[in-house]
């Protein structure tokens, strides 16, 4: 076999038009495999694969930008197509291939982008941010979803603004928004990870709750994907901050029972994303009321002995605001709340001690009874 692929390769360099459809094309189906995709990187295939991105043979080019989507699987051979320049020649694909060849460069840009800052830097130098955003508003659904992969990818994980300052503009929120409205779960995944990256911009912000993002994003709570349930979530905190109207639309959106769910998830990072958004919600008392009637405190409860701080943190802070009120003093009592707290207050990290001081100050202030439990707990802990 590797002597086949070697022969293919050398077609690419110095064969006939009519030579080198065919080896791409052979190439391109031998490129799924593990082992020949490996194979063709070390006989050197990348170099010429590359230079056909520029071809003006249309089924060259579009065999050629599959096979280096095939080929980006791998991490090893990301770097390889990186160091040859594939990523300027994927960008420019973007603007003037096919949908089909667009949709391929976007997946290998996607992959290339996905676990390498460097990489993620020289896409974005080339370009490639603002041509991914405009292949959301255009071409098919497989060209649409593809570059919706590759912003995911691309933008997870960094900190600078570069896909924040372009989405607007290039008109990214309507579609994304309206890619939560897929019947294909994974392109709804990829809509709540962009949108996650971008709403603490303002005028981002605006926008989706204008498209009626929040409906939607409630929807994608209760999602099979735990990736698009705590990017929902994180959404929607973004979304819901210092605004009370957004407060009240996720409730009335149904979003509180899955809350509650999600603070069961398995995945630390739910469960913090979902103590986060009740955090937003329970600084309004008919909210809370609502966050207690639906039974939030046990389960709130549970997240002050996680192993993760962030949890413990964000439970801590949904307690404090329901102490707030004589109703949640008395559900977090009911719920034999006291003791977690006062043990929290010798255990846990400096805010989640002083969430549990202020929880267990408004608790006593309630109750005399219920003072004289905290006194009694502190004084003989065992």
């Known amino acids: ?34 082992f020949n995709k490996r194979t063709i990187v070390n006989e050197g295939g990348v170099v010429p694969l590359v230079d056909l991105l520029k071809s003006r043979d249309r089924e060259c080019r579009s065999n050629a930008v599959f096979a280096l989507a095939m080929l980006s699987e791998e991490s090893k051979n990301r770097q390889a197509v990186v160091r040859e320049g594939g990523v300027a020649a994927l960008v420019r694909l973007l603007a003037y291939g096919d949908d089909r060849d667009k949709a391929c460069a976007a997946r290998a840009l996607g992959m290339i982008g996905a676990d390498d800052q460097a990489n993620k830097d020289a896409i974005r130098a080339e370009g490639g941010i603002p041509m991914l955003v405009r292949m959301l508003n255009s071409g098919s659904q497989m060209s649409c979803n593809q570059a919706a992969m590759a912003l995911a990818s691309i933008s997870a994980g960094v900190g600078d603004s570069s896909l924040k300052s372009v989405i607007g503009p290039e008109g990214g929120i309507p579609p994304l928004v309206k890619m939560l409205t897929s019947s294909d779960e994974l392109s709804r995944m990829w809509a709540t990870i962009i949108l996650s990256h971008v709403a603490d911009d303002a005028v981002n912000r605006k ?74 919600l329970t600084g309004s008392q008919d909210l809370a009321s609502e966050v207690i009637s639906e039974g939030a405190v046990p389960p709130i409860l549970v997240l002050l002995g996680s192993k993760c701080e962030y949890c413990r943190i964000c439970g801590s802070c949904v307690l404090a605001n329901l102490s707030s009120y004589e109703v949640g003093c008395s559900a977090i009592v009911y719920a034999d709340g006291i003791r977690p707290l006062v043990e929290l207050l010798v255990t846990a990290e400096e805010e989640s001690r002083w969430n549990a001081l202020c929880t267990l100050a408004n608790v006593a202030h309630n109750s005399v009874d219920d003072r004289l439990s905290i006194i009694r707990l502190l004084a003989f802990p065992c």
């Open 1 to 34: 076999m590797g002597a086949d692929i070697s022969k293919e390769i050398d077609s690419l360099r110095t064969g006939t038009a009519a030579r080198k459809r065919r080896a791409t094309r052979r190439l391109a189906d031998l490129a799924y495999d593990g």
């Open 207 to 280: 926008e989706i709750i204008d498209e009626g993002g929040v409906k939607l994003l409630v929807r994608q709570l209760a999602s099979s994907f735990e990736v698009a349930r705590l990017n929902a979530a994180s959404t929607l905190a973004q979304l819901a901050e210092r605004d009370s109207q957004v407060q009240t639309a996720i409730s009335e959106e149904g979003a509180i029972p899955s809350l509650i769910a999600m603070l069961a998830d398995k995945n630390d990072v739910c469960r913090e994303q979902a103590a986060m958004v009740l955090d937003l």
